[in-house]
T-cell receptor
Framework: DARVTQTPRHKVTEMGQEVTMRCQPI?????VFWYRQTMMQGLELLAY????????DSGMPKDRFSAEMPDATLATLKIQPSEPRDSAVYFC???????????????FGPGTRLTVL | AQSVTQLGSHVSVSEGALVLLRCNYS??????LFWYVQYPNQGLQLLLK??????LVKGINGFEAEFKKSETSFHLTKPSAHMSDAAEYFC????????????FGTGTRLQVFP
């Protein structure tokens, strides 16, 4: 059963610390998305990649957030320095992309629950 | 620009009753429409998707949704609610055929009472 995996599942840190979240997309998927979910803002798209290249990161605060795909099996989202307002659940999703047998369909990981004190 | 509206942030039904969760998209017909379900402390799980092959789409766990172009709607239904259906449900639409981006609704929390 292919699934998106995310680590860590939970992270508690202090303000000012660096946080790195990792995502392993489903094998063979070439699109990766990062979302943030909060009670107030709901589900927000932060960034997404296709074939490891960033296509859209307009939803991401540029001064402190960065997203990369070092290789096809790993996506990272980094926050440096972290702030209390970054507390949220961060989801990674992957998909096959447009023009495929499962176009535009995204498969979500279990999320990383981040608490910044 | 494409948009999606979910009417009712909370819906409560009794076990065994009909479930109806509403979703309306903006006037331009999106390429694809989706319903996702999120159980507590979990990620979003795909329930079903519309890809223009058929207007009535059947999904997992007994859910189905009907695409109605005249009403710009894609409502989710289930004939008989089960306690395990309690979760948050998100409607989503694709932006275009050429991009992977989805626009998500704000979600509807379904409560099921015994």
């Amino acid at each position: 059963d292919a699934r998106v995996t995310q680590t860590p599942r939970h992270k508690v840190t202090e303000m000012g610390q660096e946080v790195t979240m990792r995502c392993q997309p489903i094998l063979g998927h070439n699109t990766v998305f990062w979302y943030r979910q909060t009670m107030m803002q709901g589900l927000e798209l932060l960034a997404y990649f296709r074939n490891r290249a960033p296509l859209d990161d307009s939803g991401m605060p540029k001064d402190r957030f960065s997203a990369e795909m070092p290789d096809a099996t790993l996506a990272t989202l980094k926050i440096q320095p972290s702030e209390p307002r970054d507390s949220a659940v961060y989801f990674c999703a992957s998909g096959l992309g447009p023009g495929t047998k499962s176009p535009n369909t995204q498969y979500f990981g279990p999320g990383t629950r981040l608490t910044v004190l | 620009a494409q948009s999606v509206t979910q009417l009712g942030s909370h819906v409560s039904v009794s076990e065994g009753a009909l479930v109806l969760l509403r979703c309306n998209y903006s006037s331009s017909v999106p390429p694809y429409l989706f319903w996702y379900v999120q159980y507590p402390n979990q990620g979003l799980q795909l329930l079903l998707k519309y890809t223009s092959a058929a207007t009535l789409v059947k999904g997992i766990n007994g859910f189905e949704a009907e695409f109605k172009k005249s009403e710009t709607s894609f409502h989710l239904t289930k004939p008989s609610a089960h306690m395990s259906d309690a979760a948050e449900y998100f409607c989503a639409v694709s932006v275009s055929y050429n991009t992977d981006k989805l626009i998500f609704g704000t979600g509807t929390r379904l409560q099921v009472f015994p």
